[in-house]
C-alpha cells in the first residue's frame, strides 16, 4: 500500500513509545496465549496524530492534538508500568488502542474445530513420508481447509470497524464485497486498523499514521524501520474503512481508486452529496472544496485525481484542457468484436436534451469525441478492451462502444451499460479507468500511475 497520511509527525512518537518500552517504562503485556511460532518474533509499533475536533457539527479543529498508539496483533498490548502514569509519561494526550478483539473471543471461536485440525494435520503428515499424491491425504487437506475456513469465517464474524463517517462495517461485509475471498489470518489486527477505526469512532481527524517494527530483524523487517500498511490485510480492509483507496499521496495530491457506483462530485439533492470529492475532504479537510480535476461517470472505477489545494487545481485543469494528461481504459464490450484488431473511432455527439444524460449521435451540432482502441481478448463471449480518449466528452468511451458500426462506432455496448446497452440486476458497467500519465505540478516529475481492474 502507498503512506495514507504524512509519516514523519507519527515515526517520532513510535520512536519514542520504543524507548519507553526499552526502559521499561511502557510494557508489551502478554494478554492472551502465544504460539511456539510466534514465540520471539517481533511486532509494529503504530502512531497515528490526530486533531480533536468540535462534536457540535461544524468539523473545525479544537486545535489539540492526541496521539494514539497500538501494537499487532491480538495477544499483547501496551500498558504503562507502575512507576509513571501515561500522563507524566507523555505530554500530549495519548491512548493505548486496545485491539478490535480480545485474544480470548478469538481463542474460542477456534476452540471448536482446533482439535480436529490438529489431528487431521497430523495424519497429513506420516501419511506425507509415505506418498505426497496419495488420494487419501488429498482428501484429509480438504477436510481440513474446509474446516480452517469454517474457523476463520467465525473469527471474522467478531471484527467490526468504524469508518469514516461514523458508520460501522463488519469484516463480514468487507468479505462480501471481495466476493467473498477470505483474507489471511490476523486481518483486523494489524495497527492501522485499529488506529483508524478508534480515531473514527471518537471524532479525530486524522493527521500523520506510521508503523515502525520493533524486535529481531527478519528476511522482510529490520528492526527500528517504518513500514507502509501491508497490502494482503491492510489493503483488504483500509479502503472500506476510509471509504476510498488511496494509490498514491503527497501534499498536492491525492490519487484514488473509486468504486463504481459512487460519484465523483456532488449531485443535486441530500441523497448525492457521497462522493469521492466529500470523502477526500473528509480525510484531508485542507483539500479545496471542489477537489476533483476531473470525473468518471458514477459506474465507471477506476483512477480518479484529487488537488489538495487551490494551486494544484489549477494546474492540473491546465494540463487536462491543453490534453497533457493521457489516460487508459479497460472494458468488457457485451459481444464478440471481430474484423480488426485495433483502431480508432471519430463521433460527433450531443445531450439528448429531452433524455438527459444520454448523449445522441449529431453529425450537424454534435462535437467529436476520439477515442483508440485495441482489442485485447475474448472470454465466454465477452470482448476485453482497451481504450485511449484523445479528447475528454461525456460518455464518450460508453457511445465509441455502442455506436452501431455504419456510424463509425464499435456497435457492442459496454457489459452492464444501463444507458446504451442491458444492465441485469447483479451488473456493474465493466468500465475502468486504469492507466493516467500527466506531469506533476509542483515537481515536474512525469506521474505514471496504474490500477488494475477487478473483472
Not at 509527525?9 to 520512536?15: D, F, G, L, M, W
Not at 485474544?103 to 471461536?109: F, L, P, R, V
Not at 492540473?316 to 471481430?338: C, R
Request: aromatic share 6%; charged share 25%.
Amino acid at each position: 500500500m502507498f503512506p495514507l497520511f504524512p509519516q514523519e509527525s507519527a515515526r517520532h512518537y513510535c520512536q519514542k513509545l520504543i524507548s519507553l518500552i526499552e526502559k521499561g517504562e511502557v510494557l508489551l503485556k502478554q494478554c492472551g496465549r502465544e504460539s511456539e511460532e510466534r514465540k520471539g518474533q517481533g511486532l509494529m509499533i503504530g502512531a497515528l496524530v490526530c486533531w480533536e475536533t468540535d462534536l457540535s457539527g461544524n468539523g473545525l479543529s479544537s486545535g489539540r492534538r492526541v496521539v494514539l498508539y497500538a501494537v499487532s496483533g491480538n495477544n499483547k498490548q501496551l500498558e504503562v508500568s507502575a512507576v509513571r502514569s501515561l500522563e507524566q509519561l507523555f505530554p500530549e494526550k495519548s491512548i493505548f488502542v486496545p485491539s478490535i478483539v480480545s485474544s480470548e473471543k478469538i481463542d474460542a471461536a477456534l476452540e471448536e474445530n482446533d482439535v480436529k485440525i490438529h489431528e487431521l494435520t497430523d495424519k497429513i503428515n506420516k501419511l506425507t513420508l509415505v506418498n505426497k499424491t496419495s488420494f487419501e491425504r488429498k482428501a484429509l487437506i480438504n477436510e481440513r481447509t474446509s474446516l480452517t475456513d469454517e474457523s476463520l469465517r467465525k473469527v471474522f464474524s467478531l471484527y467490526s470497524f468504524t469508518r469514516f463517517d461514523g458508520t460501522q462495517v463488519s469484516l463480514n461485509e468487507i468479505i462480501v464485497s471481495h466476493n467473498n475471498h477470505l483474507p489471511p489470518t490476523g486481518t483486523g489486527d494489524c495497527c492501522a486498523p485499529k488506529l483508524l477505526s478508534y480515531a473514527f469512532e471518537h471524532g479525530l481527524e486524522p493527521v500523520s499514521m506510521d508503523e515502525v517494527y520493533y524486535g529481531r530483524d527478519t528476511t522482510h523487517k529490520i528492526n527500528g524501520v517504518s513500514y507502509v500498511p501491508c497490502d494482503e490485510r491492510c489493503g483488504y480492509i483500509l479502503p472500506s474503512i476510509l471509504g476510498i483507496e488511496i494509490l498514491y499521496r503527497d501534499k498536492d495530491i491525492v490519487v484514488i481508486n473509486k468504486p463504481s457506483g459512487l460519484l465523483s462530485v456532488p449531485g443535486k439533492g441530500e441523497e448525492k452529496q457521497d462522493c469521492a470529492e466529500a470523502r477526500v475532504r473528509k480525510l484531508f479537510p485542507q483539500a479545496p472544496e471542489q477537489c476533483a480535476v476531473h470525473r468518471l461517470d458514477m459506474e465507471t472505477s477506476g483512477i480518479l485525481v484529487m488537488a489538495l489545494n487551490q494551486k494544484t487545481h489549477r494546474a492540473m485543469n491546465e494540463q487536462f484542457a491543453s490534453g497533457q494528461v493521457h489516460k487508459k481504459y479497460i472494458a468488457l464490450l457485451d459481444g464478440i468484436l471481430h474484423g480488426k484488431p485495433e483502431g480508432r473511432t471519430e463521433l460527433p455527439f450531443r445531450l439528448d436534451v429531452e433524455n438527459r444524460p444520454h448523449q445522441i449521435y449529431d453529425e450537424e451540432n454534435g462535437k467529436l469525441g476520439i477515442t483508440e482502441w485495441k482489442k485485447l481478448g475474448v472470454v465466454r463471449g465477452v470482448t476485453r478492451i482497451e481504450f485511449s480518449p484523445l479528447t475528454g466528452r461525456t460518455h464518450q468511451l460508453r457511445l465509441a462502444a455502442s455506436c452501431p458500426v455504419e456510424k463509425g462506432g464499435l456497435g457492442i455496448p459496454i457489459v452492464g451499460d444501463s444507458l446504451y446497452g442491458v444492465c441485469k440486476n447483479w451488473q456493474r458497467l465493466m468500465l475502468h479507468a486504469t492507466e493516467i500519465t500527466f506531469t506533476h505540478p509542483a515537481s515536474g516529475e512525469v506521474m505514471h500511475i496504474v490500477c488494475e481492474p477487478d473483472f
